[in-house]
């Protein structure tokens, strides 16, 4: 299991986070419809490190930003967002 | 290659067992080649047979990184089923369910399919409602389907919690008795054989690294053991598809997540059909050699570790033994898990893409395995004639765009919620 380091509230097992979405595929109001389209259905989907929005549902409920590698697990670094 | 039989295995027996033969040759890569698949998988060496067989094309490779079975193949829970509600998805994988039918005859080569059924739980009114439309809309196309009540699938399975206070529920299931579950790897086994015995080079341990491109097409791959030409390539990687698709320019809708699955030891036969139960998403049936095999969720965000997590198995034990409770008594000897190319809507991608030349398989998200001769038989009409199977049409790569999405768990563009 993962150990993710809250900002607001320390380390705390994963199970109390959940996945929303890779950052760059947050569409914004302001996007002409085919970049939205390419944010929503597109995705790099690398064997390594990714920028991710995940929500500490089950702590603090913020959102949180995690720079993590899909392939070793291993977090490089959360962020308050 | 010679025939697998009882009268050869005779004959064997009577002299000292010197007839058998490697099941493929271990070619060389040629220069260059008709067809190129990437991935030798069962949906990749599907693919090369019925090329071979069907469409008269004999000169083509499947390049596998590792080696034949090692890949997802062999990281599934084995089982196979065509219940879906979506007409496009139920259509596509009866066609499968009935070349499965035939599959051990057609590749002389036991794959052990096994009809023992495909039971849905329904633990709730709404389940009930649910499993009866699904009945409905398959039998509708003519698909099996029966709407079993408490009473019938007390009968069905034995071990179920049936009690009043069980953790959940039961009243009632949908079955499709011509679902089953076949040996995996020997389907791997058997396509390499047959497709082998036709003239496909099956290559391993060679692993694609780039795509070499002329005038906007691919005209052939870069490999770990050197250039191979291509006429047409086919990317058949599931679990992959991302990264390699990524090679020439292309993000597709994928995310690739892990998906869990476990055996405990073995016992005598006690559950003689495929149980699951989608409220739950746990599914349970037994091996031929007698251990239980369990599945569950997949992690719900993206990973290529093929390790998973302690809370997937906590879960997933926890809700086989709710709904058999002897299973509480059983060992757990091994768990495995294999990435999952997890697609926007939930179905998979049999497509070409916007590079000429080059085409999808994949997205198959946890349901690759059913699929494998129907996959194979669609996406080699796609590699032979550059269109598509009419089964296969509705899971083209620009549905997205379009708006026709195969949604069938209503989530929309999120695969971590599916």
Partial sequence: MLLISCPHCGERAQVEFTYERTLDSVVTLAMPPEDAMRALYERANPRGLDDELWRHSYGCRQWLLIRRNRTTHAIESVKAR | ????????????????????????????????????????????????????????????????????????????????????????????????????????????????????????LGHSDSDMTQLAQRGDALTCDGIDAELLDREQVRRLVLNLDMSRDARFPIHGGLTQR?????????????????????????????????????????????????????????????????????????????????????????????????????????????????????????????????????????????????????????RMVRCWSGTTDMSFDGSPIISALPVDNLYLNGGWCYGGFKATPGSGFAYAQLLATGTSHPLAAPFAFDRFARGATIDEAGVGPWPQLR
């Fill in chain 2, 1 to 120: 290659m010679s025939k697998y039989s009882a009268l050869a295995l005779l004959r064997g027996a009577l002299t000292g067992q010197k007839h058998w033969q490697p099941a493929w040759r271990d070619p060389e890569p040629k220069k260059s080649y008709d067809v190129v698949i990437i991935g030798g998988g069962g949906h990749g060496l599907s693919t090369a047979y019925y090329l071979a067989k069907h469409h008269g094309i004999r000169n083509i490779a499947v390049l596998e990184k590792g080696w034949i079975g090692g890949g997802n193949t062999g990281r599934n829970t084995t089982i196979v089923r065509s219940n879906y509600r979506q007409p496009a998805l139920h259509n596509f994988f009866d066609f499968a369910l009935k070349l499965w039918e035939g599959m051990s005859d057609e590749l002389n080569f036991n794959v052990m399919f096994s009809t023992r059924g495909a039971l849905f």
């Fill in chain 2, 178 to 330: 011509r679902g089953g579950t076949a040996r995996h790897d020997a389907v791997a086994w058997g396509y390499a054989r047959a497709a082998d015995a036709l003239g496909v080079d099956v290559v391993q341990n060679c692993e694609v690294t780039g795509f070499e491109m002329a005038g906007g097409r691919v005209t052939g791959v870069e490999t770990s053991r050197g250039r191979i030409g291509a006429g047409r390539t086919g990317i058949c990687v599931a679990g992959n598809s991302g990264p390699v698709a990524g090679l020439a320019g292309i993000k597709l809708p994928i995310e690739a997540q892990t998906l869990q699955a476990f055996v405990t030891e073995p016992v005598k036969p006690m559950i003689d059909t495929v149980i699951m139960s989608q409220s739950l998403h746990c599914y349970i049936s037994q091996s031929d050699k007698g251990g239980i095999v369990l599945g569950g969720d997949p992690d719900q965000f993206p990973s290529y570790a093929q390790r998973g997590l302690a809370p997937r198995i906590e879960k997933a034990a926890a809700e086989a033994i709710a709904l058999v409770p002897a299973l509480s008594r059983l």
